[in-house]
């Protein structure tokens, strides 16, 4: 059974910009990943914003447009749980993507997050089960 690989906007942002610092790790773990990448509306936006130095915004719609990423998870939806989420990790604090991929991960039984986020090490998918990560082992 292949695992649904969520992602996040590091290693999304990593891809497409040679100069980060997991550009290398990045694109070993898209290539040997099996598409599409599922990710949320929220993941994108934060990408979007951190890729605008390095014009990198058309590179993330092609991800896009070719198949390679995808966002089935519908926010309105999920609301709730993503509310309740934020206000249990307020400490974090979590963001609204980092909420989203949580619940991602609980509404996907066999997913695992590919992040830079060391907060995923915190957080926990239906109250306290580990979420799978893939992570560079330099974190």
């Given at each position: 059974m ?12 990593a ?10 790790w ?114």
């Open positions: 292949s695992r649904n690989l969520l992602v996040d906007a590091g290693p999304i942002v891809l497409l910009d040679r100069r980060d610092r997991y550009h290398a990045a694109t070993n773990q898209m290539s040997a990943s099996e598409p599409p990448l599922w990710t949320c509306e929220p993941v994108l936006a934060e990408a979007a914003h951190l890729l605008r130095r390095a014009q990198g915004e058309a590179a993330l719609l092609e991800l896009l447009r070719r198949g390679l990423i995808t966002t089935p998870f519908r926010l309105i939806d999920e609301v709730a749980r993503v509310a309740k989420l934020m206000s249990r990790y307020a400490n974090v604090p979590m963001s609204l993507a980092d909420a989203c991929l949580v619940r991602m991960a609980e509404l996907n039984d066999n997913s695992a997050v590919m992040t830079l986020d060391r907060d995923f090490r915190i957080y926990r998918k239906n109250g306290r089960q580990v979420i799978p990560g893939i992570t560079p082992d330099e974190q």
